[in-house]
Structures are given as structure tokens and as C-alpha cells.
């Protein structure tokens, strides 16, 4: 065990832990008031399902030994966890029974951990202002368990680290994906995608201005992100060492590029460069260098950075144009960042990065390129389909659409019993019409009884 | 001149304002505004305690009309701003003895 | 010294401040748009205020040999800390001459500094709206001397670390408290018990509305204090090691679990399953596994976050019931959660983890279960009784309490002569009547002579 | 390479990444709603240019070897850094070939490329509300090369760390500068008020209320900077080893220090102690500290936060009596603090601190105190001229200041095309009147063409 | 009809609404307002540099009324939003031609 | 007594209540508000979505003042918040049948 890059792995733990509260404010900056804390708090409720699920089979699944000939790892290998525990005592400075390369399992567990929880949050921004929050909470823990587990076991678990028999993008195809392309980034725009469509556009789409209600909360999550992944991106060395430092500058790099793409390319057609974009640069060219941070030289990351950037810009539009309302754009940065970013591995990869290998334009020929598309589609098919269904099912048994009158009333009130903000200077915190309070729970009735009409 | 004052749920705002631009209402003063009636608010829960919000969000719109036009708008207004569910608002007018336009000093009917 | 242990000591201590500024946005979104001000300034003061007495003499105090029969540390011996100053210069690689354990006393005293600060930050969300911001000052500098100092002593001084005798529920009463269920968490929910009944309730409580202003603001904080407290807990392990590792996983597990526990207790009573809940949920369980995380298997953290969350959500009701405004929870967060995870370890904890010992329902008997209800106690006891003193007789003397006028107006422009928001589109920065801004000091007079009324 | 050492550089690295996002909220808070989002993309789009310009030859200006008679280092060196890749490979656990002290160099460009980051973005706070967006870009440019570049030379290339032969402050003039007083805060302070004189004052200064739009966004943004100010400056020890340790300890009491002696100022003159102030006092203690952070004891961090505190409070009012628009105050507290803690090293700098030699307190006679004020005011002198120059250079060129219209509007409409917050109730999301979106891109006239007037 | 505009201490809406709802006057439109009068604002002080906030919250009240009712509504809201200081706001009444209820249709009377 | 109404630009707040302070006018009331009119506003975008934002932030002021004070008041207003340029706003009377202050129950021109 080695205590540097312990330390290491564990501050990115915290880090990545760190994305999706900031995920939450990023996102829940973009929709209108009215829904805000339904869309945080479907990144909050993931952490919470898929956290719990993650100790008791979700590692397991991803890191076990293979089972179903390589589908996933064996879900009863360490579920629970427990096989993990175990120290040398203090005598022994509490070293780590269990290893992973130079790091305790544990560790390895928690920065993993988190990796399954953005991912699941991820999805959430597709179906922005409209989704169930209960049937949200059902999906995570099945989309968890059926599609993200299964492929993070392809992409992330390696021959011998936790268990012997890994996943085979990673073992077999040997996709370049160093810190989640295709298994988070991929994945999630896969699912975005096909949720957005089992759930429909929202009412007024394309006709009310559903602009963001609160683009500092935006730039707050961009920034808790962007500080975040380097943990996300420089933590997948699981050592402190010089892969994680060149991984580091690049992570940096290519979202510096991506931020300038993505405001030039809307200088240019809209004649503003906005903060939205400033923000959605940072998020495009961290989704992109994500898989290819080390593989690429910092130029390699600047131009990776740059095409996504103007490629996200670009692509955000899609939506408008085939009429699917991926309400903030799951597809349009992270389906297409992190493809800009897989397959342009096979392009600008460079021998010379710690875990590289020569791509098309440094003269190393097609073969990674198509390592990198096949490990691409075969994730984006399997969370479409997947995804599809899962949705729909759900859509037909218990419902995962809200009704029209509680969409245009917001989720805040109907769902959640809340509302956001409270400014007024002058009713704030004053007594208003009505406004008793009932706190004594024995002899309340339930508040969802009280509700009789929201629909002003 | 007179003053009509309505008070309608946001939603119907764009409605109401198209349909008075085919009467020739070209300007308004609209001002957020909360409403109590018969249409009752909703519960928020606190941890666990329960506040009942009584005063529902509406628009109040502000237009200075010619007299003859008067009861057509009001009648628009009330087409366009009705969905026959509690709480759609009420439409009051008030006379007005004289409007000026600020930017030209223009009084009366040349003033709206 | 070991320079990957190192890393994570000061990365936690760095996590932890972060905790302070994250309580004040919890707390802060949580009161009504008028006092968030006032709000966020008990934290910020609180950092300011103890962080000099720590340097001072707190740090002596709470890690110096046993005086007074055990009561507390010699605040004399490293008085200034610069008995603790000195490195084996550039050639030694500035390796530090004193050491606690394998880290320098430094990262030490800088990371049991912030403990401090966020006990004493975690009170002032107990009297919310109503305190005298001068008191509070004054206060928090003597409830870190009298009460805190001396229970970090207790509870955090092992024998043979920083000092030879150290205290005496670490050393002798053999409580387990990993990071300080008892002497955080139970000693500032009931110094916040105590508090609140010193200054009675908020003028218009139960009638008035004083829901939340800002919950994306709570929700940030809450974010930030789950991201801090890995620092809190794994950071305690004072090594990057297998044990760190350990806590971090039952840190995040426990959490999911308890916010799970508290959004289908709120689901199930009142209908709605809430952001404010989620957010409560988080810190609970983060309260509760604090004591408990170097004790408990994964499973047994999800039990113990469970546990806090549903009897903390039950909890924050009480105070409507025997009538005591505690205005933010801190006694139904952070006293109920403490103890829950302090007497939890009784019974969940087990062998195998790094730290723990059999609990009761491990077949390990009663025996660790009454120390740890007697540590519990004592400092529960010991902080309720002197925090009552400290602020009665604070209040007798300069006064604790505004009074009515200034309460009803509104703490902050009272108080700080700030307002929180100007998000008036139309006012905001134009001028308005009357608003002549006096900018040179010496010919204006005092802001506090002008103040005429601002009770509307 | 040491793994701990290279952990806790890497994890300061995002620490102080994470500095200017919060600077962004920091200042963002502090102006009116209408330029919120036009003041933090100032600082985001600095943090794109200069990340990427850094990776091409910014840092190859910085830490290659003397070229122009030691102005600067040798742009062509690190071109592109590849230079500096290379690892030994999964079998030699990816050390660096290329190392800084114990580092890989990779780390040590990440570390300083935040660093060049910030104090680009510092400066924007002279400016708010006026500058044309396009023009800041091309300054942030121009000004990170002929200015940030140099003296990042001067002062951080020590000779034998990354090249041979470094700067002149640092290895002949022998200021102390741990973190960047002078090559940060005085370059940051001075290039202010350059940029400030060339700008011009804004519309209505003096006579219409500037204040604080969201004064909770400026303590976020005061948190997020005190947490990240410890990669700063404990992070400049460049391991974690008891210097590292030392510098944390004093960067927390000097800010609390600092926070204090801002508060009571305020208390004693205006009446009021602010929030703003005691956001405030905290940057101002961070700013002095910085220099000295390493050559200071606890007790004299405590002096040099506090005063700092009190007069960067005194210094904030010049600008009424000199009459210049130095907006958000980078002169009277990065200026001034710099100052304050740059010289302040000449008076309460101790032997016994790792970096430190004894001051004219200690005895140790007023050889430091000049090489202090010698090393502070040539930076002082060639950033005011270098930044004046450009910054007319531009006004007169391609424009620097905004039309008065567009500044009465508000920039982030004008210039951004965008509101920052959509908090009504009412309106918020429902169809306004003739709110039609145009959402394909490829039949709609661009943005700009639409705008008519927006000078209400 | 009447229409009543009272503008008063945000704190006393609810005691005014409870007080006017005895009369039979269920409904109203409330909206956010500052005053500028005789009561004066407070000093805020940012960064050393002083500000005279001389604009007051208020609530502004809005009732349609029956004539009959005017003044005795009048002289209850008086009563239940004085506090006898300065500052407690004014009540003013201003003639309605015709007020019709949204929803309905219902004209004068029958729309209150 | 008369009610005049004022719907002007923000930023001539200030001017406009100077200008009637020399004509004895000290109180006010003041509400935000949106106009919509010939002024045009102005686009926004969000990542490549444009939305015109048609409704322009306005003030509106209340004025309760003397019958014969009237015409000279509006004159003032209308002077101190002209711009000249495309919308200054409007400025309204109407007819006031009583006021009354809340602090005193003092009615009418004692009540202003
Ligand atoms: N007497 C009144 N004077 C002024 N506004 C009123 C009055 N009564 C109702 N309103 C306004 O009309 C709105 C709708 O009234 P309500 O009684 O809820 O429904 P409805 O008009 O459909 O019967 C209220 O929210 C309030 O804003
Ligand atoms: N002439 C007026 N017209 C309209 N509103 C007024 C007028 N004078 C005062 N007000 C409103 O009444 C409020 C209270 O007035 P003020 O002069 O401060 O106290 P008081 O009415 O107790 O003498 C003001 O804040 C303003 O909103
Ligand atoms: N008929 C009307 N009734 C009430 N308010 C109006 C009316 N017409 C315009 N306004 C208000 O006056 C403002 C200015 O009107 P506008 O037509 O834009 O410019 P101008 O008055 O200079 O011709 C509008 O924004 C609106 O608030």
C-alpha cells in the first residue's frame, strides 16, 4: 500500500462525490423556478439509491469476478462489502488487507462509487420538469443495476486489479477509455436520449420561453464540476504519479479549448458568446478529454477540447430540429463530448502519453480507431435499448409522466410541497392570508390531502 | 378616457395580450401580483411543518382605452383570460380624467 | 513523518474549513430572506474568533498535558504553538521536528482547528434571527474556552500523540468516538438546546410562516458539508491507510441511507418527499455515522444512516411539541444524530472493522454499550449546564437577545446595515429617492446615528 | 518522485483551480444584477485563455532558462510541453521522467498554471460593468504574456528547479515571496489601477447606489477562496512536509486575524459590522499572508492579518478621495495587502519559521525589509506602466470601454444576451407578450441584428 | 362599486385581511410596493461607502366593493393596520364603473 | 382629491420625485413593473435558442395630491422624466373620492 497515492485516490473520491451536488446546481440553474429543487433533487435522490446499492452488489457487479460469460461480475462475490474490511491493526498502521494496485479496495470502492452516482444523475437533465419523482427513484436503482453496473464491468474492471476476469472492452477490445467516455458519458446520453423520448416533450415546448432561472447557480455548478473532475479524470491513475499529473494538464487544457470553441462558435452565429456557453464549454471539454486524458499530448487535448466545444455548440441544436426535448442537452454534450472524445483518441492518441498509442494522424493507422468506435456504439446500443425499455415499462405500470396541471404548476409545489425561493422583501416571513401553520403532526392531516388546486 | 385594471393567472397573460392587439391596444402596464378568493392556495411541508400559502401569483394588467372602446376590450379580456376554472381573475374599469405621454406631452386620445 | 499521510491531513483540514462557510449557506437559506446576513455571519465570525484562541492557547488546552485533575489540557505549554515550529530545513526535505504520529504537529493543530471552529458555528443555528451579533462573538470566544477546549481534551487527547496523559473518555472511559459524535455533535445540539432556552422564542414563532428563503442555497451547503466531511471522518484516520479508506465508504453509505431514511418518512407523513428533507437527511446521517465509522461494516452504516434519518426527521418535530424554538435543528440533527450514532456503535459495531468492537447485537455484550452512552452523557451533561450559564449570564450582562423592533425588522440591515438581495430589475442601481451615498468617512457621520426606524 | 508529495500538489492544483470560479461568484455578488454574469465570465474566459496559452508557451516563458537578459524565460523550451511527457510506464508505476524536486514536472505546470489563472482574472474586478468582453479576452492575452509571464519568471523560477538559470527576485534580489505577493497580489493590484485610470469611472459613480446585488453569492464565493487559498499557499511547499504544514497553520489564523480587524474597523467607524466586510477581511488576510506565509510564526501571522484587516478597511475608501473606479477594490485589498504582507516579512519574519529569516522585530536589521520593498515595488512599477500601455493601446485601437447606452443596460443583456435570474413567480416560463423562439438557427437572422433598444 | 387601494405595513396584511373578511369581503389583489413618505428609510453601509435606502416595503391592497360598504370597510382597515406610527400607510377610494368576474361573466355585484 | 399614476423609466425615479418634492408632494407610492408598448425589447440566447423579451422593466408611481395641484404635477412629471425617446411611459389621472391616513384616521387633504 502506498500512502501518496491512497491520499490521492481518496481526495478524488471526495471530489467526484463533489460532482453531482454540483451537477444538481448546474443543472438546476437551467430549468424555470418552478421546478428547481425536483431537478437537484433528482440528483440528490440518486446518490442516495445508487450509494446503497453500490455497498451491497453494484461493486460487486462491476468488479467481481466475470458471470453470464462476461456480462457482468458476480453480484454475491463482495456484496456487502465486507470481504473488503480488514486492516493490519494499529501496530500495523491499519494497512489495507485487500489491495487494489498500491490503494485499499476500499478506496478503490468509493472512487467508483461516485463514478455509478454522476452517471445516474447525469440522465436526469434529459427529462427536466416532468418526471415522477417516486418512478425517478425506481429507475435509478434499475438503470443502476442493469445498465451502469454491467458496463462499468466491460470498461473499467481490468484483468487482476479487483478480481481476475475483468470486463472486455477493457481486457479484449482495448478501447482507450481511461476515466468513463463511454461507461459515464456515453452511457448517460444514451439513456438521456431514450428517456426523453419514452417521456415526451414538455407542455409548451418549443412555444414558452423555458430560459434558466438562475445562471449564477449555473456557473457555481460549472465551476464545483470542472474542480471535481480532476478527480474524476487525474483519480483514474488510482496513484499519484506522472500519469495523474499529465492527465491533470490536460484535463485542464482541453476545457480551457472547449470553453473558447463553444463562445466563438456562438459569437459567430448568434452574436453573443453567453454565460450559458461559457459554462457548457467547460462541461463539453471535460465530458470529451474524459476518455482520452491519457492517451493525448496537451496539444492533443487542445484540439480534442476545441472540436467538442464547437461540435456541443453545434449539436444542442439537434433537438429543435428532429423534436426531442432533451430538456438540457444530455445528448448534446455528453453523448456527443464523450464520442468527440472516444473515437478522437483513434486520431490524435500519441505514443509519448503515459498510456497512449498512436492514432490516425500520428501515423498509427485505423487500428484504435476502430477499437474506439466499436467500444462507442456497443455502449451507446446497449443503454439506448436498454434504457428504452426500462423507461417504457415503467411508464405503463406505475407512470413516470407527471399530469399536465402539476407540470404547468411546477414540481416544486405538487411534488415536493415546496417552493424555492422566497425573496419578497415585503410578505417574506410575514404572515399572509391563511397562512396557519400546523406542526403538530398527531393532529394534522396529511399535507397531500390539503392540496386543492395549483393549477393558477 | 378610462382605465381598465385586470387581474388574471399568468398563463394567460400572452393570450389576453394578443387578443386586445386586434382592438387596437398597443401598450399595457403589466405588475406581478398575488391574489386571495375563492381559489385556495396550496400546503408546503418544513420539516414537517405545514404552511398553508394562501395568496396565489396572478398578473394585473394596466391599459388607458378610448371610451367607446371600452366595453369591447373588457369583453375581450374576459374571452381570452377564461378558462371557467376558479380563480381566472376579475376586470374592473375606473374613469380617467386625463393621460399624458410622457416622451411627447401628447394628452389624451393621442397619448395611449 | 510520512508525506502521503501528510497529503491527506492537510487536504482534510482544508475539507473541513470548507464545512464552515458550507453550515453558514445551510443555515443561511434556511431563514427567511432578511437575517441570512446575520446567519452566515455567526459561522464566519466563529471561524474568526476560535481560530486566533486556537492558535492561542486552544490547541494547548485541548492537546497539552492533563491539569486540573483531567479536566483540560495546560493552556500554557504550547501556548503560541511556536514550541511546535521547526523543520529539518531544505536539505531535510523540511521535515517536521515534532510529529503526531507519522504527520506534523502542524497538520495536526491545523486540522483539529477546524473541529473547533464548526462545533461552535453548529450552536448558532439554534438561535437564528434574535442574537445580538457583538454577544455572539464574545460567546463564542468563552464556549470555546470553558466548554469546547476542554471536551476536545476529553475526547480527542490519546495519551503518548501530541502529550503524554492525555483524556480521560479516550484514554480511560474508552467511549468510541472516531471523529466526534460526542464532542461535536451532542456537545453543540446541547449547547444549541441550551441556547435557545436563554433566548426564548422568535417573536410570531408558530404563527408566523418562517419557512426557508433560499433552498438551492441550502442545498449547496449541503452539498459542501457532505464533500467537507470526508475530511471530518476519513481525515481522522490522521493517515491515508486502510482505515481511511474504511470510514470514507461507511461516510458516504451511511449518508445515502439516512436520506433515504428521511425523505420516505416525510413521504409517508406528510405526503411529500422534500429538498429540505433530502438536504436534513444528509447532514443526520453524516452526524450519526461521525462517532461510528471506523466501528461499523458497510452494512452497519447503512443501518446506523437509516436509523438517523428516520428518527431525526421524526425529531425536528419535538420542538413544537415541548415549545422550545430551536430554530434550525440543532438539537434534532445534531444532538438526536449523535447520539444515535454514538449508543448505535453499542450495538452495530463490530470487530472487524479497523477500529471497532463487537456491539451488542455482535454478541459483543453490554460492555462497550454503556461506555459509550456514559460518554455521551457526560458530555452532553457538562456542555448543557455550562452553555446555560455562559448565556444566561450573558444575557444579564450586555444582552443576548435584540429586542423586538429590530427582530421583526429583520437582523441584517439592523445589525450589519446590509441587505442580502437587490434583485430588483427595475430599482436595482438606479437611484432612488433619496439616495445620496456619502463615500468620504471623515466628514460623514457614523451609520448608526442615522438609523431612524426600519421597523415597516 | 514521492507519491505523497506529488498527491497533495496535485490536489492544490485543484484547489486553486477552483480559486477563480469563486472569484467569479465573489465578484459577481458584489455588482448590480445587471452585469453578474458579465463580471464572471471575465474571469472564466481568463481561465480558457490563459490555460491555454500556459500549455503552449506561458510556461515555458516562466521556467525556462533566462533569455533577454533574465526578463524572461525562453518561449520555444516547453513549447507545448511535450517536452515534459514521458513516464516509466505501467511497469515503473508511471513515474515521471521529468521531475520538480520530488514532483513530476507535469504537476508542478498545473500547480502554476492556476496560479497565472487568477491573477489574470483578479484583475477584472477594476473594471466591472464597462469593459467590452472581447477586448478583456484579447487583454487577457496580451497582458498574461508581457506581464504575468516575466514576472512569474522573477519570482517563482528558482535556479535548478524546473531550468537552470531563473529569475532574478527570486535567486538574486532574494525577496521572500512563498506564494506570490508580488508576483500576484502587487502585479494583480497594480495592473488595476492602470486598467481602472484607462477605463474611466462608471456612469453615475458617486451618485447612484452601487451595491451588492446577491451579497450570499459573495460569501460563497468568500468560502470557496479561503478553501482554496490552502493549495495556494500550503500547496507552494510543493510537498507535504512540515513547511507545508506550517504555512497552513498560519494561513488560517491570519485570514481569521484579518476577518477580525476588518470587522471591528467597520464596527468602530461605520457602525456596522458587514457581511461584505467580513468576506472582505478574509481575502484581505489570504492576500497578506501569501508572502509570508513560510516566514512567519503563528503569532506573527496573527500581526499580519490583522493589520492587514484594518488597513486594507481603511484603503478601500481612496478611491472616493483619489478619485478612481476601482470597482471591487483590487487596489485596497490585493495592492494593499500585498503590500502589507510582502514588506510586513521585513518586520515579524522569524528564523525559526522554514522559509524565514529574522525581520527588524526579530533583530535581524533591515536587510530583508528592503529586499522586500525592493522586490515589491519593481513589480509594482513594471505591471502599472506594462498594464496602462496595453490597456490604452487597446481603447485606442479596437475600443476598451463599453457606449454609455449599453453600460446604462447592463452588459449581460447587451453584451451577453442574456438576464441572470428569472425569479418571478408569474411571469417566470409563461408565454410574455411576443416572447416567440426562434429556435432554428440555420432560418433565423442572428441575434444581434434583433437588438433595437434595450436602454430602459 | 369602490375600489379600495390601501397601502400598509406589510406585517398587518394578514390582520387587515381577517378584519375586511367579517365585512364580507373575500377577495383582493395584493401587490409588493415601496413607500416614500414621512417615515424614513435606513442607512447601509458597503465597503465604508453609505447608502440611504429610502424606499419602504409595503403592501398594496386592492378590494372592488359595494358602495354601501365603502366606508364602513374604509374605517375597518384603518383600525386593524394602524400601529400609530409613522409610516402605517393610507387608504384611498376610487369610483369603479363596472367589474366582471373572469371565470364567469358575472357583472358588478354578482362579481365581487 | 386626485390619483396620479405614473409609468415611467427606472432609472428617472430619483429625477421625478425631486421635481415634485418642490411641489410639496412627499409621499409616494412605488411598485415595479412591466411595460409593453412601442418600445421593443430585446433577444436573449440560450444555447442557440433566442427568445425575444418583449415586456421592458418600468416603475409606476402613486400619487394621492390636491385637486388643484394636479395639472401643474403632471406637467412636472412629464418633464422630469423625459428622455425624448421611445418609452418615456404615460402618466394618468383619476378621480379620488377619499383618503385617508392610517396612522391618524386623518381623511382627505390632511390625510396626504
Ligand atoms: N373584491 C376583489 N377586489 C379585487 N380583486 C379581487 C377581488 N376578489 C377577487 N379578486 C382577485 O381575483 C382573483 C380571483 O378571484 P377568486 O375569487 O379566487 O376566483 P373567481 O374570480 O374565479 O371567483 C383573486 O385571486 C384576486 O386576485
Ligand atoms: N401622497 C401619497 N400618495 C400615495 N401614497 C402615499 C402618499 N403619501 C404617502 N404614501 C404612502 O404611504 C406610506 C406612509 O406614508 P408616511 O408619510 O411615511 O407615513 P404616514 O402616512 O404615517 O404619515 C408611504 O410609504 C407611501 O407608500
Ligand atoms: N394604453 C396604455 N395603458 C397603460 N400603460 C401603457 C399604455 N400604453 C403604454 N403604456 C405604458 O407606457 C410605456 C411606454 O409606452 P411606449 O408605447 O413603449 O412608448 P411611448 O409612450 O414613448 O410611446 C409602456 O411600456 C407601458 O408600460
Partial sequence: M??????????????????????????????????????MMMSFGAIGVVGVLWVLYGYSMAFGDDVGGGLVGSPTELFGLTALMGTDGLEGG???????????????????????????????????????FGTWMVFTAIWATVVYFPVAHWVFAFDGAESEVGGWIANRLLTIDFAGGTAVHINAGAAGLALALVLGKRVGWKRDPMRPHNLPLVMI??????????????????????????????????????????????????????SLGGASGVVAGLVAITPACSAVSP????????????????????????????????????????????????????????AGVDGLLYGGGVDQLWRQAVGAGAVLAYSFVLTFVIGYALQRTIGFRVDEDDEASGLDSVVHGETAYDLHQTFGGVRTPGAAIATDRATAPAGADKKESVEA | MKLITAVIKPHKLEDVRAAVETFGVTGMTVTEASGYGRQKGHTEVYRGAEYDIALIPKVRLEMVIEDDECDDIVGVIVKSAQTGRIGDGKVWVTPVESVVRVRTGDRDADAV
Fill in chain 1, 2 to 39: 502506498n500512502s501518496g497515492d491512497t491520499a490521492w485516490v481518496l481526495t478524488s473520491a471526495a471530489l467526484v462525490l463533489l460532482m453531482t451536488p454540483g451537477l444538481a446546481l448546474f443543472y438546476g440553474g437551467m430549468v424555470r423556478s418552478k421546478t428547481v429543487l425536483n431537478m
Fill in chain 1, 94 to 132: 491499519f494497512v489495507s488487507k485487500e489491495l487494489v494496485f498500491t490503494i485499499p479496495s476500499m478506496a478503490f470502492v468509493a472512487f467508483q462509487a461516485v463514478f455509478a452516482i454522476i452517471t445516474v444523475a447525469l440522465i436526469s437533465g434529459a427529462i427536466a420538469d416532468r418526471a415522477r
Fill in chain 1, 221 to 274: 455548478g460549472a465551476g464545483l464540476l470542472w474542480f471535481g473532475w480532476f478527480g474524476f479524470n487525474a483519480g483514474s491513475a488510482l496513484a499519484a504519479n506522472g500519469q495523474a499529473a499529465e492527465v491533470f494538464v490536460n484535463t485542464l487544457v482541453a476545457t480551457c479549448a472547449a470553453m473558447l470553441g463553444w463562445l466563438v462558435t456562438e459569437r459567430v452565429r448568434d452574436g453573443h458568446a453567453t
Fill in chain 1, 299 to 354: 496539444s492533443g487535448a487542445i484540439v480534442i477540447g476545441a472540436v467538442a466545444g464547437v461540435l456541443c455548440a453545434l449539436a444542442v441544436g439537434l433537438k429543435y430540429r428532429f423534436g426531442y426535448d432533451d430538456s438540457l442537452d444530455v445528448v448534446g454534450v455528453h453523448l456527443v463530448g464523450g464520442i468527440v472524445g472516444t473515437v478522437g483518441v483513434g486520431f490524435v492518441g500519441t505514443a509519448i502519453a503515459s
